[in-house]
């Protein structure tokens, strides 16, 4: 927070939060564990050098904290402030915003990730270099030579005796020094007049980006003259994290995170943006069954509509703890209406939705509305003979999705919402009836959804279907499927699961958790994730910084004699040393690279799968559909490698790719088609 132009504020060194989020991975070693004691959630913290620094190992035990060396007082110290965090985190989820919805993951973690960058969760934080430290009477924080008074408490109020006068003003009377006071303090502030004197900061606090969400409150509530945007969102991306489905532990020397329990039952959405890349429907498409016409017209305006509202909807909904597949892989991808309701059915998802527009205008009664299945409905075929649809439990959960839909796309600002039913009569290569084939297909509830394109809205369409189905089926509910479906199988190559494709989703107990270590543990997929950043970085964005737990890979790789590309930025800015790296630490090839004419680049490595038939082949993808049915894949050509690793949550590519001296690993932007590439795949990899 900035009341002055003090400057550079410093945290506590005993919190080990602080020095994760701050990045010193080399200083501590801590597991932070996530366990349970009472129903309620507890976090504690053991070092041990050898295992973690050197192994790099994540382990869990549902009934005890492991422990491999004594905690010491400083760590004790860091779990009470880290605790502090998660109340923290938790009370801002349980306040509501000034149209009555509820804050969401993505804005609570973005507060919590600016408190734990200005204080590390302490209510009685000091700031460097001004006394007394950790002093519960912020009056007596000391002065520096010009005057001004240091900062103090959960945001650093400066003038810290300000703070007194602030509680007076919101007619808060609770002790100044404890956490519930200053949060209570914090969303005072949120409402009224901000440290910025920002006035009801809340009305803009919209962003379902989580950076974004990040700075607008820095800039709304902070106002730091150290802005250190990477370091807050670092911080509120491991916030996120504190109430995952099972439990959540983060290795602080490296960054990386787990989770374990079945995180399976996290509820499985189906988003289905309406169109084609190439009109099926044209082609007079039928299901050879029922003689339904099936084919999809490609609509380009549409399509791009509705696919960009799919994709901030499928934002949303990951940042608050649910699986979503998306039942086309690209905007033009050409896939028939029949295929999208097998997508829904073999996942068992809980809830799919439809996402149209439409001729009118955006919000207008009559043109934004919502169709649920009914028992009766029908679409007939050219000899006269209905399809319909007959299952009563899924009709009536369609049935109180679509009201709890249509309340939710009012309350996010399309006030005329209404419940209508189709009528696909006399269309010309449509079938007749009132039922969309996605739904009369469908084994599971169906939403259909549509509105105007005049004026259209992207944003507040997004986030009234977002708000529906979490509404529909919250996370933590326990809603299921209405049955399993004998003989299905989830689209894992679709669904944008927790774990690796490969994991098992009903980890209960960890030696070495997959994904979580560097040496000898995890697919490839996993270890590659632990690696890279999460998005795609600009030339303004710092490329070449390498995350911590590759950082910390590099180091034992380095020190070991293993290859880690260029010398550029310290080793490791490359796309061979890159996925040398994954394939050997993940334990799936210790050898991998190492040709026998010794080289070890790009070339050498097309050499040495070349050279190793009996556990590399080659395959032929055309699409991101022909690589689905594995759970990762090499490309390779003389001067470039990447890895295909199919679609993770949090994850913001189907690739995970580094480029020599100007990227560091992380989520890619190269594909499939580029004839130039050739591609391998491990014959133990038996995919999905």
């Known amino acids: 927070m900035k009341l002055s132009l003090l400057r550079p504020r410093a945290q506590h060194n005993t919190s080990l939060f602080w020095l994760t989020v701050r990045r010193i991975s080399y200083v501590l070693c801590g597991i932070i564990v996530l366990v349970t004691s009472q129903g309620k ?40 402030n880290h605790e502090n965090l998660v109340n923290a985190y938790n009370y801002f989820l349980s306040k509501k915003l000034p149209d009555g919805t509820p804050l969401s993951r993505i804005q609570a973690a973005a507060i919590i990730g600016n408190i734990a960058h200005e204080s590390g969760g302490d209510p009685l934080n000091t700031q460097t270099g001004f006394t007394p430290d950790r002093t519960t009477d912020p009056t007596q924080v000391s002065f520096n030579a010009k005057g001004d008074q240091g900062g103090w408490g959960l945001i650093q109020w400066t003038p810290a005796s300000k703070v007194i006068g602030i ?12 956490l519930s006071t200053q949060l209570d303090l914090v969303w005072w502030h949120m409402n009224y007049d901000s440290p910025t004197s920002k006035k009801n900061m809340l009305a803009g606090f919209t962003q379902t980006d989580l950076r974004e969400a990040v700075v607008y409150y820095e800039l709304s509530m902070e106002g730091a003259g150290e802005k250190a945007y990477d370091s807050r969102v670092k911080a509120a991306e491991i916030a996120l994290k504190y109430q995952q489905t099972g439990a959540t532990y983060v290795n602080a020397s490296s960054g990386c995170s787990c989770s374990v329990g079945n995180a399976s039952n996290a509820p499985v959405v189906v988003l289905d943006p309406g169109h084609s890349g190439a009109s099926t429907r044209d082609a007079g498409l039928k299901d050879s069954e029922t003689g339904l016409y099936i084919g999809e017209t490609t609509n380009p305006e549409e399509r791009k509509q509705v696919w960009e509202v799919a994709l901030q909807t499928k934002t949303i909904l990951e940042s608050e703890g649910y699986r979503v597949i998306v039942t086309k892989e690209t905007e033009d991808e050409a896939i028939s209406l029949k295929e999208r ?15 149209h527009t439409d001729t009118g205008r955006f919000g207008d009664k009559e043109k934004s509305w919502v169709s649920p299945q009914k028992v009766g409905a029908y679409r007939q075929n050219d000899e006269g003979i209905k399809t319909t649809f007959s299952d009563s439990a899924v009709a009536a959960k369609s049935q109180e999705y679509s009201n709890k839909m249509i309340q939710a796309r009012k309350t996010a600002g399309e006030a005329g919402t209404i419940e209508k039913d189709l009528n696909f009569d006399g269309r010309s290569g449509l079938s007749a009836g009132n039922i969309s084939i996605v739904q009369l297909f469908s084994k599971v509830p169906w939403v259909y959804n549509e509105t105007g394109r005049t004026g259209f809205k992207q944003d507040v369409y997004a986030r009234g279907i977002a708000q529906g189905i979490m ?26 699961s927790f774990f690796s494709p490969t994991a098992s989703a009903q980890t209960t107990s960890a030696t070495s958790q997959a994904g979580c270590g560097t040496t000898g543990s995890g697919s490839v997929a996993q270890v590659a994730i632990n690696y890279a950043w999460p998005k795609y970085r600009k030339a303004t964005e710092n490329p070449t910084e390498k995350k911590p737990s590759y950082e910390q890979a590099i180091r034992t790789a380095k020190t070991n004699g293993k290859y880690t590309g260029d010398t550029c930025y310290g080793g490791g800015v490359d796309c061979g040393g890159f996925t040398t790296r994954v394939m050997q630490d993940s334990g799936v090839d210790p050898k991998y690279g190492e040709a026998k004419n010794g080289a070890r680049n790009t070339d050498g490595q097309l050499a040495y799968v070349r050279e190793n038939p009996d556990m590399y082949e080659e395959i032929k993808p055309k699409t991101t559909q022909d690589l689905a049915k594995y759970s990762y894949a090499i490309a390779l050509r003389s001067g ?22 100007s990227r560091a690993p992380m989520a890619g932007l190269e594909g499939v088609a580029d004839p130039d590439f050739l591609w391998f795949v491990v014959k133990t990899d038996l995919g999905v």
Not at 642 to 654: T, V
Request: glycine share 6%.
């Open 640 to 661: 470039h490698t990447y890895l295909y690793i199919g679609e993770h949550a949090g994850f913001y590519s189907k690739i995970a790719s580094a480029s020599q001296c």
């Open 341 to 355: 309701a097998t997508i829904a059915n073999n996942a068992n998802a809980a809830i799919a939705v439809s996402i």
């Open 471 to 496: 509404t529909a089926v919250p996370v933590g509910s326990g809603e299921k499927p209405i049955q399993a479906r004998a003989g299905t199988t989830p689209l894992w190559g679709r669904v944008n």
């Open 41 to 80: 959630p507890v976090l504690a913290y053991t070092t041990d050098d050898f295992n973690c620094m050197y192994y790099n190992t994540c382990w869990y035990n549902p009934t005890e904290v492991p422990t491999c060396s004594q905690p010491t007082s400083n760590v004790a110290t860091s779990a009470n």
């Open 167 to 178: 509680a007076q003003k919101a007619n808060i009377t609770g002790p100044i020094s404890e």
